[in-house]
Protein backbone atom coordinates (compact mmCIF):
# COMPACT_ATOMS: atom_id res chain seq x y z
CA UNK A 1 0.00 0.00 0.00
CA UNK A 2 2.87 2.52 0.72
CA UNK A 3 4.27 1.49 -2.65
CA UNK A 4 1.34 2.60 -4.34
CA UNK A 5 0.51 5.45 -2.56
CA UNK A 6 4.22 6.96 -3.32
CA UNK A 7 3.86 5.90 -7.09
CA UNK A 8 0.74 7.67 -6.76
CA UNK A 9 2.59 11.32 -5.56
CA UNK A 10 5.49 10.71 -7.76
CA UNK A 11 2.56 10.33 -10.93
CA UNK A 12 0.97 13.60 -9.66
CA UNK A 13 3.51 16.04 -10.92
CA UNK A 14 4.52 14.21 -13.51
CA UNK A 15 0.77 13.69 -14.87
CA UNK A 16 0.62 17.36 -14.33
CA UNK A 17 4.04 18.18 -16.97
CA UNK A 18 2.66 15.34 -19.12
CA UNK A 19 -0.64 17.59 -19.43
CA UNK A 20 0.84 20.76 -20.28
CA UNK A 21 3.49 19.12 -23.37
CA UNK A 22 0.45 17.27 -24.26
CA UNK A 23 -1.29 20.93 -24.89
CA UNK A 24 1.88 22.28 -26.55
CA UNK A 25 1.63 19.65 -28.95
CA UNK A 26 -1.61 20.01 -29.94
CA UNK A 27 -1.88 23.73 -30.28
CA UNK A 28 1.17 23.43 -32.51
CA UNK A 29 0.34 20.16 -34.69
CA UNK A 30 -1.64 22.75 -36.86
CA UNK A 31 1.25 24.21 -38.47
CA UNK A 32 3.06 20.55 -38.58
CA UNK A 33 2.99 21.00 -42.80
CA UNK A 34 4.43 24.60 -42.85
CA UNK A 35 7.39 23.17 -41.00
CA UNK A 36 10.38 20.97 -40.70
CA UNK A 37 10.28 18.19 -37.60
CA UNK A 38 12.74 20.26 -35.80
CA UNK A 39 11.33 23.21 -36.14
CA UNK A 40 7.98 22.14 -34.99
CA UNK A 41 10.03 20.57 -32.39
CA UNK A 42 11.58 23.45 -30.84
CA UNK A 43 7.81 25.50 -31.58
CA UNK A 44 6.50 22.87 -29.39
CA UNK A 45 8.58 23.31 -26.45
CA UNK A 46 8.36 26.75 -26.47
CA UNK A 47 4.77 27.04 -26.36
CA UNK A 48 5.25 24.56 -23.23
CA UNK A 49 7.36 27.18 -21.68
CA UNK A 50 4.64 30.00 -22.47
CA UNK A 51 1.72 29.58 -19.66
CA UNK A 52 -0.34 32.42 -21.48
CA UNK A 53 -0.58 30.34 -24.68
CA UNK A 54 -1.53 27.03 -22.31
CA UNK A 55 -3.68 28.82 -20.35
CA UNK A 56 -5.82 30.29 -23.48
CA UNK A 57 -6.28 26.57 -24.83
CA UNK A 58 -7.22 25.76 -21.40
CA UNK A 59 -9.87 28.48 -21.75
CA UNK A 60 -10.41 27.46 -25.42
CA UNK A 61 -11.76 24.11 -24.53
CA UNK A 62 -13.60 25.36 -21.26
CA UNK A 63 -15.86 26.98 -23.58
CA UNK A 64 -16.87 24.17 -25.47
CA UNK A 65 -18.10 22.04 -22.64
CA UNK A 66 -21.50 21.27 -23.58
CA UNK A 67 -21.23 21.81 -27.29
CA UNK A 68 -22.17 19.29 -29.79
CA UNK A 69 -19.20 16.82 -29.72
CA UNK A 70 -17.21 17.59 -26.85
CA UNK A 71 -14.19 15.56 -25.61
CA UNK A 72 -13.62 17.49 -22.58
CA UNK A 73 -13.82 15.25 -19.54
CA UNK A 74 -10.77 16.03 -17.18
CA UNK A 75 -9.25 19.05 -17.05
CA UNK A 76 -5.34 16.87 -17.63
CA UNK A 77 -5.05 16.37 -21.35
CA UNK A 78 -2.99 13.85 -20.72
CA UNK A 79 -5.52 11.89 -18.43
CA UNK A 80 -8.81 12.70 -21.05
CA UNK A 81 -6.84 10.68 -23.85
CA UNK A 82 -6.34 7.88 -21.32
CA UNK A 83 -10.89 8.32 -20.70
CA UNK A 84 -12.96 6.35 -22.80
CA UNK A 85 -16.04 7.18 -20.76
CA UNK A 86 -16.07 10.46 -22.81
CA UNK A 87 -17.45 8.51 -25.76
CA UNK A 88 -20.19 6.72 -24.12
CA UNK A 89 -21.34 10.41 -22.42
CA UNK A 90 -21.69 11.88 -25.73
CA UNK A 91 -23.31 9.09 -27.47
CA UNK A 92 -25.74 8.97 -24.17
CA UNK A 93 -27.17 12.53 -25.04
CA UNK A 94 -28.05 12.11 -28.21
CA UNK A 95 -29.38 8.29 -28.18
CA UNK A 96 -33.03 9.54 -27.07
CA UNK A 97 -33.05 11.58 -30.12
CA UNK A 98 -33.45 8.38 -32.22
CA UNK A 99 -36.52 7.81 -33.99
CA UNK A 100 -37.81 3.45 -34.48
CA UNK A 101 -36.55 4.30 -37.86
CA UNK A 102 -33.10 5.33 -36.68
CA UNK A 103 -32.42 2.68 -34.69
CA UNK A 104 -33.62 0.28 -37.33
CA UNK A 105 -30.93 2.06 -39.56
CA UNK A 106 -28.42 1.60 -37.12
CA UNK A 107 -28.82 -1.81 -36.49
CA UNK A 108 -28.62 -2.53 -40.71
CA UNK A 109 -25.65 -0.34 -41.00
CA UNK A 110 -24.06 -2.96 -38.28
CA UNK A 111 -25.19 -5.90 -39.27
CA UNK A 112 -23.68 -4.49 -42.76
CA UNK A 113 -20.75 -3.90 -41.06
CA UNK A 114 -20.43 -7.38 -39.58
CA UNK A 115 -20.75 -9.02 -43.09
CA UNK A 116 -18.05 -6.94 -44.39
CA UNK A 117 -15.82 -8.83 -42.07
CA UNK A 118 -16.52 -12.19 -44.10
CA UNK A 119 -13.88 -12.32 -47.21
CA UNK A 120 -15.41 -11.71 -50.26
CA UNK A 121 -15.37 -15.10 -52.03
CA UNK A 122 -17.58 -16.51 -48.69
CA UNK A 123 -19.66 -13.66 -49.37
CA UNK A 124 -20.34 -14.59 -53.36
CA UNK A 125 -20.47 -17.93 -52.31
CA UNK A 126 -23.73 -17.66 -49.81
CA UNK A 127 -24.88 -15.09 -52.36
CA UNK A 128 -24.59 -12.21 -49.73
CA UNK A 129 -24.17 -8.91 -51.25
CA UNK A 130 -22.52 -5.99 -49.51
CA UNK A 131 -21.33 -2.49 -50.49
CA UNK A 132 -18.01 -2.89 -48.51
CA UNK A 133 -16.52 -0.04 -49.65
CA UNK A 134 -19.31 2.41 -48.75
CA UNK A 135 -19.85 0.42 -45.65
CA UNK A 136 -15.77 0.95 -44.18
CA UNK A 137 -16.00 4.85 -45.02
CA UNK A 138 -17.50 5.80 -42.29
CA UNK A 139 -17.99 4.47 -38.33
CA UNK A 140 -21.01 3.55 -36.48
CA UNK A 141 -20.69 6.37 -34.34
CA UNK A 142 -20.85 8.68 -36.92
CA UNK A 143 -23.94 7.25 -38.15
CA UNK A 144 -25.66 7.44 -34.84
CA UNK A 145 -23.85 11.25 -33.66
CA UNK A 146 -25.65 12.36 -37.77
CA UNK A 147 -28.92 11.23 -36.80
CA UNK A 148 -29.61 11.37 -33.02
CA UNK A 149 -27.76 15.28 -33.52
CA UNK A 150 -28.86 16.31 -36.42
CA UNK A 151 -25.15 16.85 -37.46
CA UNK A 152 -21.62 15.58 -38.32
CA UNK A 153 -21.46 13.13 -41.03
CA UNK A 154 -20.20 10.29 -42.41
CA UNK A 155 -16.87 9.81 -43.27
CA UNK A 156 -15.25 11.09 -40.16
CA UNK A 157 -14.82 8.31 -37.93
CA UNK A 158 -15.87 9.24 -34.25
CA UNK A 159 -15.00 7.08 -31.72
CA UNK A 160 -18.01 5.13 -30.83
CA UNK A 161 -19.43 3.53 -27.50
CA UNK A 162 -19.15 -0.35 -27.68
CA UNK A 163 -21.58 0.28 -24.66
CA UNK A 164 -24.70 2.10 -26.16
CA UNK A 165 -23.77 0.97 -29.60
CA UNK A 166 -24.56 -2.95 -28.51
CA UNK A 167 -28.09 -1.69 -26.35
CA UNK A 168 -29.13 -0.41 -29.71
CA UNK A 169 -28.22 -3.11 -31.69
CA UNK A 170 -29.65 -5.39 -29.03
CA UNK A 171 -32.10 -4.34 -27.23
CA UNK A 172 -32.23 -5.17 -23.69
CA UNK A 173 -30.42 -8.34 -24.35
CA UNK A 174 -27.03 -6.95 -25.31
CA UNK A 175 -25.86 -7.77 -21.71
CA UNK A 176 -26.20 -11.16 -22.03
CA UNK A 177 -24.53 -11.06 -25.15
CA UNK A 178 -21.83 -8.50 -24.41
CA UNK A 179 -20.82 -11.16 -21.39
CA UNK A 180 -20.79 -14.18 -23.46
CA UNK A 181 -19.08 -12.88 -26.26
CA UNK A 182 -15.80 -11.49 -24.26
CA UNK A 183 -15.73 -14.72 -22.11
CA UNK A 184 -15.04 -16.73 -25.70
CA UNK A 185 -12.80 -13.92 -26.39
CA UNK A 186 -10.95 -14.49 -22.96
CA UNK A 187 -10.54 -17.99 -23.28
CA UNK A 188 -8.73 -17.90 -26.27
CA UNK A 189 -6.70 -14.70 -25.40
CA UNK A 190 -5.91 -17.31 -22.23
CA UNK A 191 -4.72 -19.37 -24.62
CA UNK A 192 -1.40 -16.85 -25.91
CA UNK A 193 -1.09 -15.28 -22.37
CA UNK A 194 -0.96 -17.70 -19.51
CA UNK A 195 -0.50 -15.90 -15.64
CA UNK A 196 2.07 -18.47 -13.86
CA UNK A 197 1.73 -20.41 -10.59
CA UNK A 198 4.04 -17.20 -8.49
CA UNK A 199 0.75 -15.25 -9.69
CA UNK A 200 3.46 -13.45 -12.03
CA UNK A 201 2.87 -13.45 -16.00
CA UNK A 202 3.80 -15.17 -19.00
CA UNK A 203 2.92 -14.23 -22.22
CA UNK A 204 4.04 -15.56 -26.10
CA UNK A 205 5.07 -12.90 -28.72
CA UNK A 206 1.83 -13.27 -30.07
CA UNK A 207 0.22 -12.34 -26.67
CA UNK A 208 2.15 -9.51 -26.34
CA UNK A 209 2.00 -8.43 -30.02
CA UNK A 210 -2.45 -8.94 -29.85
CA UNK A 211 -3.08 -7.12 -26.21
CA UNK A 212 -3.24 -3.36 -27.46
CA UNK A 213 -5.06 -4.17 -30.91
CA UNK A 214 -7.22 -6.13 -28.69
CA UNK A 215 -7.85 -3.70 -25.89
CA UNK A 216 -8.44 -0.87 -28.47
CA UNK A 217 -11.14 -2.74 -30.51
CA UNK A 218 -12.97 -3.53 -27.32
CA UNK A 219 -13.31 -0.18 -26.82
CA UNK A 220 -15.38 1.20 -29.78
CA UNK A 221 -17.44 0.87 -31.92
CA UNK A 222 -20.05 -1.93 -30.95
CA UNK A 223 -21.27 -5.28 -31.37
CA UNK A 224 -19.97 -6.33 -34.55
CA UNK A 225 -16.19 -5.52 -33.35
CA UNK A 226 -17.08 -7.59 -30.83
CA UNK A 227 -17.92 -10.15 -33.72
CA UNK A 228 -15.13 -9.05 -35.84
CA UNK A 229 -12.70 -10.13 -32.90
CA UNK A 230 -13.96 -13.88 -32.14
CA UNK A 231 -14.46 -14.56 -35.10
CA UNK A 232 -11.59 -13.42 -37.56
CA UNK A 233 -9.35 -10.95 -36.15
CA UNK A 234 -7.93 -13.38 -33.57
CA UNK A 235 -7.77 -16.44 -35.84
CA UNK A 236 -6.50 -14.55 -38.72
CA UNK A 237 -3.89 -13.01 -36.36
CA UNK A 238 -2.91 -16.43 -35.31
CA UNK A 239 -2.64 -17.73 -39.20
CA UNK A 240 -0.80 -14.96 -39.94
CA UNK A 241 1.82 -15.67 -37.18
CA UNK A 242 2.08 -19.20 -37.43
CA UNK A 243 2.83 -18.68 -41.54
CA UNK A 244 5.57 -16.44 -40.40
CA UNK A 245 6.86 -18.57 -37.87
CA UNK A 246 7.16 -21.39 -40.24
CA UNK A 247 9.07 -19.47 -42.62
CA UNK A 248 11.54 -17.78 -40.35
CA UNK A 249 12.64 -21.11 -39.05
CA UNK A 250 12.31 -23.03 -42.73
CA UNK A 251 15.11 -19.67 -43.41
CA UNK A 252 17.26 -20.43 -40.48
CA UNK A 253 17.23 -24.08 -40.70
CA UNK A 254 18.47 -23.36 -44.56
CA UNK A 255 20.84 -20.94 -43.45
CA UNK A 256 22.24 -22.77 -41.39
CA UNK A 257 22.35 -25.96 -42.90
CA UNK A 258 24.34 -24.06 -45.72
CA UNK A 259 26.58 -22.70 -42.66
CA UNK A 260 27.28 -26.23 -41.89
CA UNK A 261 28.36 -27.41 -45.37
CA UNK A 262 30.84 -24.09 -45.80
CA UNK A 263 32.31 -25.54 -42.40
CA UNK A 264 32.54 -28.81 -43.40
CA UNK A 265 34.10 -27.76 -46.83
CA UNK A 266 37.14 -25.70 -45.04
CA UNK A 267 38.10 -28.35 -42.92
CA UNK A 268 38.32 -31.01 -45.60
CA UNK A 269 40.57 -28.41 -47.21
CA UNK A 270 42.42 -27.88 -44.37
CA UNK A 271 42.95 -31.61 -43.96
CA UNK A 272 43.76 -32.42 -47.85
CA UNK A 273 46.19 -29.38 -47.70
CA UNK A 274 47.29 -30.44 -44.11
CA UNK A 275 48.14 -33.69 -45.48
Not at 36 to 48: C, D, P, V
Not at 187 to 212: D, E, M, N
Amino acid sequence: ILQIAALGLLLVPISSQLGKLSDAILIERAFRDQRSMSQNLHATMLTYLDKEALSAKGREGESRVGRGWDETYVDNPFLARLTSIKFDDNYFKVVPSLSKEDIEFVRSSAYDKILCQIPGPFLKLFGVSVDKTYTNSHSLGDVIYMLGAKDGFLGGFKVGSATVQSYLILGPFYLVAITIINLAIFVLVQSIAQPTPRSSFSSSTLGLLYFFPLFASMNTEGFHTYVGVLFRGIWQTMLIFALLHMLIRSLKSTLNVDSRKQTNRMRRRKLSSSG
